[in-house]
């Protein structure tokens, strides 16, 4: 839909995609290149075409189009501050049944320690679409981590979307969650067996983790006093270390903090749900880690 209204827009892929790009393809065919699996080559290119005025998305599963080309997207987009966006599908575990080499555990940590980088990783459906329009209209690097179609629809109603300002999902004044990507809804659920507890749950979807919206965490470290960070990614370097650095940073006394996510190298092989379960990302790990915070 961009793309009609913006000749400027093209889009590339390292040989992927097949089901999801061929509309893309069939309307803009001049402004369509699969350039192989070539995913360092994909960035040279595009960080040309942005330098001609393109607004060029690349786009390949989960490591490919980041860690695989991690020097050619530092100093060819990162350094020039070039208008292109990298898009990752299957973000966290959802490509399990791959193995090591398709987990995507590290990519918003490394993509956040880039310059000029703009790091994304909407809830759902929704925040995937205001997300995209987002960064069109934003000029510099952007990476925008998905995750594999049917996703749960979280948002009945858009939101106001903005890149650096977290979405309150539902406000609490004894616990906050931040979450980042899909994981929200699991969240979501752990918020409501606490609320018959007696547990009032303030719940942020932090979809932007570069730049962090530190006013709003501030605000919920104050009122509430724990806050409590879930990504399906490495807890070293993503959403939970970001806000540690922001409370290390405030001077705010007081708040409990614990970061949900990934512990250890992960060695199995299996679907998303039985890896999640096994690194205590589902409903009951979550629970269990946060029931140890309220001893």
């Excluded at 350039?35 to 786009?59: D, H, P």
């Excluded at 575990?93 to 909407?122: C, F, K, S, W």
């Excluded at 007696?198 to 501030?218: A, C, F, N, Q, V």
């Excluded at 970061?259 to 979550?286: A, H, T």
Aim: include cysteine.
């Amino acid at each position: 839909e961009l793309a009609e209204n913006n000749k400027n827009i093209w889009l590339l892929t390292g040989d992927l995609g097949y089901s999801v790009l061929e509309d893309f393809a069939d309307r803009f065919p001049e402004r369509f290149v699969n350039v192989g699996v070539a995913e360092q080559n994909m960035v040279g290119v595009a960080s040309g075409l942005a330098l001609c005025g393109k607004t060029v998305f690349i786009y390949s599963i989960a490591n490919f189009p980041t860690l695989r080309c991690l020097e050619q997207i530092r100093n060819d987009i990162c350094y020039h501050n070039l208008n292109v966006k990298i898009i990752a599908v299957g973000g966290g575990l959802t490509y399990g049944y791959q193995g090591y080499t398709h987990h995507a555990v590290e990519d918003l940590a490394i993509m956040r320690a880039l310059p000029n980088m703009t790091v994304i990783a909407p809830a759902d459906p929704v925040e995937t679409k205001l997300a995209t329009k987002a960064i069109v209209a934003q000029s510099g690097p952007c990476f925008l981590r998905l995750g594999k179609a049917g996703e749960p629809l979280i948002h009945k109603i858009p939101p106001d979307f903005e890149i650096g300002k977290a979405i309150l999902i539902r406000e609490g004044k004894d616990i906050t969650f931040i979450s980042t990507g899909g994981i929200l809804k699991t969240v979501m659920n752990v918020a409501d067996y606490l609320s018959v507890k007696g547990i009032s749950s303030r719940i942020l979807s932090m979809h932007t983790i570069k730049p962090l919206d530190i006013e709003t965490i501030l605000k919920a470290a104050k009122e509430t006093k724990k806050i409590i960070t879930v990504e399906e990614h490495s807890i070293y370097g993503g959403l939970g270390s970001s806000i540690a650095e922001v409370l290390a940073e405030s001077g705010i006394n007081g708040v409990r903090f614990l970061r949900v996510g990934l512990q250890n190298l992960i060695c199995d092989i299996g679907s998303q749900e039985y890896l999640i379960e096994k690194n205590m990302l589902d409903f009951k790990g979550i629970l269990l880690q946060v029931e140890k915070l309220f001893n």
